[in-house]
């Protein structure tokens, strides 16, 4: 099949039109170009190079001031929110707060005695109870990450942190 001489016309039309309004355009830019000298140029150009400069040295007195700073300094845990509730709790951020993992302190439940371990297991346990009266339920890591809003990993983790402490304290594992 081969095209109509209209159609290749009409190419030829579009394609002229279009390569003289590039020549247009082109010879625009090298009239505005001429008439500025070449001390601006290269005025403008040292000026940013400068502020370049300048930036570069802000941002590592920045870093380095950061890695100066202690570590995290005490960072609430996730707003909780209970099954079935559609409402989120949003927390107004400080200034300075930094964003990361929540961390969770406990202590090493191998050599922990029962009492220390019991008073974890109550204090994980009210922190955690959502997803844990979930599982009692019977609900899968994915079903409970969907209706608490939390990542199914760490969901995992919170399930796997029971188990571990259920078998410490010669519980029954629930989970």
Request: proline letters at 9%; zero cysteines; charged letters at 20%.
């Given at each position: ?50 502020r370049q ?111 571990q402490l ?10």
């Open positions: 099949m081969t095209p109509s001489p209209r159609l290749l016309m009409t190419l030829v039309v579009i394609l002229s039109a279009v390569l003289g309004l590039t020549l247009t355009i082109l010879a625009w830019v090298v009239v505005q170009l001429r008439r500025q000298p070449v001390a601006t140029w290269v005025k403008n150009l040292d000026d940013l190079r400068t400069d300048a930036l570069e040295a802000m941002m590592e007195k920045a870093n380095s001031t950061r890695l100066a700073e202690p570590a995290l300094k005490a960072h609430p845990g996730p707003p909780l929110r209970r099954p079935g509730t559609r409402s989120r709790r949003i927390d107004a951020a400080e200034p300075t707060a930094v964003s990361g993992p929540t961390l969770i302190a406990v202590p090493s439940l191998v050599t922990a005695s029962l009492p220390s371990s019991a008073a974890v297991t109550h204090d994980l346990g009210r922190r955690f109870s959502p997803i844990w009266d979930l599982a009692d339920t019977g609900a899968t890591p994915d079903e409970i990450a969907r209706s608490t809003g939390q990542p199914i990993g760490q969901v995992e983790l919170i399930l796997a942190l029971r188990r259920n078998a410490n304290v010669g519980e029954p594992r629930l989970t």
